[in-house]
């Protein structure tokens, strides 16, 4: 199957906004074995959008096009699709009944300029958008089937994976029971844990099982993307695969799925009701700021303390400043979380601190990274260093910290070096 993405508007042509929403729709896209074969983007005008969208009419089966289904003056998708089609353009009732109560539920009165999202192509068919106004919709033009979603980046993913993935699955004449498991790892890179699950795919004999990786350092997702005649064929399939994934890459799996290292920190700290409080240094609170928003994180998370300078983090934990000016070490690292668990009466405390080389980012700029966590019953430290410039620095820093803290949690080793890093 033939797929194009259309991507409109001017401020995506333009560079004002960083269009995010295409990487998302091909990657998702991906996923599920339905591959993009072209994207264009189209600025706010009518005779070059209805010349794209009858370009991609003659050579795709499918076509995405993105934004332009807003109230105002400049969204002119509704109106180029059905001169596209040939059609004329209708009041969907329905969508305005929609529209009117979703104002409603909100206590606002609907402007009447909103009136035109429910303006549609006669032969359109509906998409649903349950958290938003701009009505999607789908028609053929030419040989092509179109689908038009809303620019707004929550309603786009909502409506692509709900109403377009599932359509496009049952046009592709593909079985459409698919599944996708997805592996996150910390330490590993790309590279390297692909020659780890060489041969993976071959347990199933069928080829129905495709091997993927997405690289958001500095972590892994490791995607395994199973077709099967229904969800117990997916089951079985999937069965031995995951199983040897899961001992290839071993201890740097870091959570399955929807998971997240934070959120895989803070459940196993909430199991045992514990609690967290976090030092940290240039990291500008990233490590506090990962967990505390969470859901549930009001019962574990006690304190964050952010500074660049030790002699502010030994002056507020009442340390020695001379323990930690100068060169920091481990040691230090190891006071500074004895103390701020001991000030905050936290079950665990993790402290992260950094030293960041001078001068301009190059290629062998670097920080070294001593962390250390205080329990009840002791404490834990190790130092690092990684090189990649000061946010590769802060990024790797943000990660180690967590991921040290989740390895503590779940009794592994917390000195397990990452591919990036050095002694």
Same mark, same amino acid.
């Given at each position: 199957?033939?797929?194009?993405?259309?991507?409109?508007? %001017?401020? !995506?042509?333009?560079?004002?906004?960083?269009?995010?929403?295409?990487?998302?729709?091909?990657?998702?896209? &991906?996923?599920?074995?339905?591959?993009?074969? #072209?994207?264009?983007?189209?600025?706010?005008?009518?005779?070059?959008?209805?010349?794209?969208?009858?370009?991609?009419g003659e050579r795709a089966d499918a076509v995405i096009v993105n934004g332009g289904l807003g109230p105002t003056v400049?969204?002119?998708?509704?109106?180029?699709?059905?001169?596209?089609?040939?059609?004329?353009?209708?009041?969907? &009732?329905?969508?305005?009944?929609?529209?009117?109560?979703?104002?409603?539920?909100?206590?606002?009165?609907?402007?009447?300029?909103?009136?035109?999202?429910?303006?549609?192509?006669?032969?359109?068919?509906?998409?649903?958008?349950?958290?938003?106004?701009?009505?999607?919709?789908?028609?053929?033009?030419?040989?092509?089937?179109?689908?038009?979603?809303?620019?707004?980046?929550?309603?786009?993913?909502?409506?692509?994976?709900?109403?377009?993935?599932?359509?496009?699955?049952?046009?592709?004449?593909?079985?459409?029971?698919?599944?996708?498991?997805?592996?996150?790892?910390?330490?590993?890179? +790309?590279?390297?844990?692909?020659?780890?699950?060489?041969?993976?795919?071959?347990?199933?004999?069928?080829?129905?099982?495709?091997?993927?990786? =997405?690289?958001?350092?500095?972590?892994?997702?490791?995607?395994?993307?199973?077709?099967?005649?229904?969800?117990?064929?997916?089951?079985?399939?999937?069965?031995? !695969?995951?199983?040897?994934?899961?001992?290839?890459?071993?201890?740097?799996?870091?959570?399955?799925?929807?998971?997240?290292?934070?959120?895989?920190?803070?459940?196993?700290?909430?199991?045992?009701?514990?609690?967290?409080?976090?030092?940290?240094?240039?990291?500008?609170?990233?490590?506090?700021?990962?967990?505390?928003?969470?859901?549930?994180? &009001?019962?574990?998370?006690?304190?964050?303390?952010?500074?660049?300078?030790?002699?502010?983090?030994?002056?507020?934990?009442?340390?020695?400043?001379?323990?930690?000016?100068?060169?920091? #070490?481990? +040691?230090?690292?190891?006071?500074?979380?004895?103390?701020?668990?001991?000030?905050?009466?936290?079950?665990?405390?993790?402290?992260?601190?950094?030293?960041?080389? %001078?001068?301009?980012? =190059?290629?062998?700029?670097?920080?070294?990274?001593?962390?250390?966590?205080?329990?009840?019953?002791?404490?834990?430290?190790?130092?690092? =260093?990684?090189?990649?410039?000061?946010?590769?620095?802060?990024?790797?820093? !943000?990660?180690?910290?967590?991921?040290?803290?989740?390895?503590?949690?779940?009794?592994?080793?917390?000195?397990?070096?990452?591919?990036?890093?050095?002694?």
């Amino acid at each position: 199957m033939l797929i194009e993405i259309i991507c409109t508007g %001017d401020e !995506v042509l333009t560079g004002k906004i960083v269009n995010t929403n295409f990487s998302y729709m091909a990657q998702k896209l &991906e996923d599920f074995g339905l591959s993009v074969t #072209s994207g264009t983007i189209v600025g706010d005008d009518r005779e070059e959008l209805l010349a794209a969208f009858r370009l991609s009419g003659e050579r795709a089966d499918a076509v995405i096009v993105n934004g332009g289904l807003g109230p105002t003056v400049d969204d002119l998708s509704q109106e180029i699709a059905a001169r596209a089609a040939g059609v004329d353009l209708v009041l969907n &009732e329905g969508w305005l009944e929609r529209m009117v109560d979703f104002f409603r539920r909100r206590n606002r009165v609907m402007s009447e300029n909103n009136r035109k999202q429910a303006m549609l192509p006669s032969i359109a068919e509906v998409l649903d958008n349950p958290i938003g106004t701009a009505c999607g919709f789908a028609l053929d033009i030419g040989k092509a089937r179109f689908f038009f979603t809303p620019g707004v980046p929550r309603e786009l993913r909502r409506m692509l994976e709900e109403q377009i993935i599932p359509r496009l699955l049952a046009r592709s004449g593909v079985s459409t029971a698919i599944h996708l498991k997805r592996f996150h790892s910390y330490g590993l890179g +790309e590279s390297h844990v692909d020659q780890l699950l060489t041969g993976v795919e071959e347990l199933v004999p069928d080829g129905s099982v495709k091997l993927g990786f =997405r690289t958001h350092y500095p972590q892994i997702e490791t995607k395994l993307t199973i077709r099967g005649a229904d969800m117990d064929d997916i089951a079985r399939k999937l069965a031995p !695969v995951e199983e040897e994934v899961r001992k290839r890459l071993g201890n740097f799996i870091l959570g399955e799925d929807d998971q997240t290292l934070e959120g895989v920190v803070l459940a196993a700290l909430a199991e045992r009701d514990g609690t967290l409080a976090v030092v940290e240094t240039f990291t500008a609170g990233q490590i506090a700021g990962r967990i505390a928003h969470l859901a549930g994180a &009001e019962k574990v998370f006690r304190r964050g303390l952010v500074a660049r300078d030790p002699a502010e983090i030994a002056a507020t934990l009442g340390l020695d400043g001379g323990l930690i000016s100068g060169e920091l #070490s481990r +040691e230090a690292a190891e006071a500074v979380a004895q103390a701020m668990r001991a000030e905050t009466d936290a079950s665990h405390a993790l402290a992260v601190l950094i030293e960041v080389d %001078d001068g301009p980012d =190059r290629i062998d700029f670097g920080g070294s990274i001593h962390l250390a966590i205080a329990t009840g019953e002791g404490v834990e430290s190790r130092r690092s =260093r990684i090189y990649g410039g000061r946010d590769w620095v802060r990024l790797g820093a !943000v990660e180690l910290g967590l991921d040290c803290l989740r390895r503590y949690l779940q009794g592994l080793s917390i000195t397990e070096r990452a591919d990036f890093e050095r002694v």
